[in-house]
């Protein structure tokens, strides 16, 4: 397949820190799910599409070790692949062309030339593969409806001058959205992740749910009731 990437070099160099030692593996999965959210970004995907993307990327190097393909290259066939699953369909051009101005910024879109038809294939190719990786179970839960769910339930629980005075919703969203650059959404529960970044936010901001030292049990087990947070 043909590698696609950052001095369009293939899974080793980029699997690659300082000095040509191999960089942890988190540390490269980190930055291949950040190129699927700006990309999704830019490509008009919602946010359960890029979800999907991120997951999809993540489950496939749970099977395959990291070395084997170009993680990018895996990152552009999971956005293709997360297109379909949530009925947002991308042309492989648009993201051949969005991915080529994320790594060489205020570079023109490449020409219709064998390097473009090649990056093309492999990107087909590379869905195919990962299709028959994942056993075709492609579809999955995410936390963003519960979290909306928990949200709206806790703004009428709050006191209005709590709520206003305190991005809790904004923050809310932005660490479910960086849960996706690790493995998080294939090791716990859509439910037990949305509960968990709510609780964190509300932390955060010292902000206590009303009468919780009173209750019999944590506010956080009124909606999933087999949660335990320490």
Same mark, same amino acid.
């Given at each position: 397949?043909?590698?696609?990437?950052?001095?369009?070099g293939?899974?080793g160099?980029?699997?690659?820190?300082?000095e040509?030692?191999?960089?942890?593996?988190?540390?490269?999965?980190?930055?291949?799910?950040?190129?699927?959210?700006?990309?999704?970004?830019?490509?008009g995907?919602?946010?359960?599409?890029?979800a999907?993307?991120?997951? %999809?990327?993540? *489950?496939?190097?749970?099977?395959?070790?990291l070395?084997?393909?170009?993680p990018?290259? +895996?990152?552009?066939? /999971? #956005?293709?692949?997360?297109?379909?699953?949530?009925?947002?369909?991308?042309?492989?051009?648009?993201?051949?062309?969005?991915?080529n101005?994320?790594?060489?910024?205020?570079s023109?879109?490449?020409?219709?030339?064998?390097?473009?038809?090649?990056?093309?294939?492999?990107?087909?190719?590379?869905e195919?593969?990962?299709?028959?990786?994942?056993?075709?179970?492609v579809?999955?839960?995410?936390p963003?409806?519960?979290?909306l769910?928990?949200? %709206?339930?806790? *703004?009428?629980?709050?006191?209005?001058?709590s709520?206003?005075?305190?991005?809790?919703? +904004?923050?809310a969203? /932005? #660490?479910?959205?960086?849960?996706?650059?690790?493995?998080?959404?294939?090791r716990?529960?859509?439910?037990?992740?949305?509960?968990?970044?709510?609780?964190?936010a509300?932390?955060?901001?010292?902000?206590?749910?009303?009468?919780?030292?009173?209750?019999?049990?944590?506010?956080?087990?009124?909606y999933?009731m087999?949660?335990?947070i320490?």
């Open positions: 397949m043909e590698a696609f990437g950052p001095d369009s293939g899974a160099d980029k699997a690659r820190g300082a040509g030692r191999p960089a942890p593996e988190a540390r490269v999965h980190f930055r291949v799910t950040r190129f699927i959210m700006e990309a999704g970004v830019k490509l995907m919602q946010s359960i599409a890029v999907t993307a991120c997951t %999809i990327y993540h *489950k496939f190097f749970c099977e395959i070790n070395d084997a393909y170009d990018y290259l +895996v990152a552009m066939s /999971a #956005l293709y692949l997360a297109g379909k699953v949530e009925e947002q369909h991308l042309r492989t051009r648009d993201i051949i062309n969005v991915s101005r994320y790594f060489h910024p205020g023109e879109p490449l020409e219709l030339d064998s390097r473009f038809w090649a990056l093309r294939d492999s990107i087909v190719q590379c195919l593969l990962m299709l028959r990786v994942l056993r075709f179970q579809s999955f839960q995410h963003h409806k519960y979290l769910h928990y949200l %709206i339930s806790l *703004k009428n629980w709050l006191n209005r001058y709520w206003q005075r305190t991005p809790i919703s +904004v923050t969203w /932005a #660490l479910l959205r960086d849960s996706y650059h690790g493995g998080l959404c294939l716990f529960r859509a439910q037990h992740i949305a509960v968990a970044v709510l609780h964190l509300l932390q955060a901001y010292g902000v206590e749910v009303p009468a919780e030292a009173e209750a019999e049990k944590p506010w956080w087990q009124i999933t087999d949660t335990e320490p």
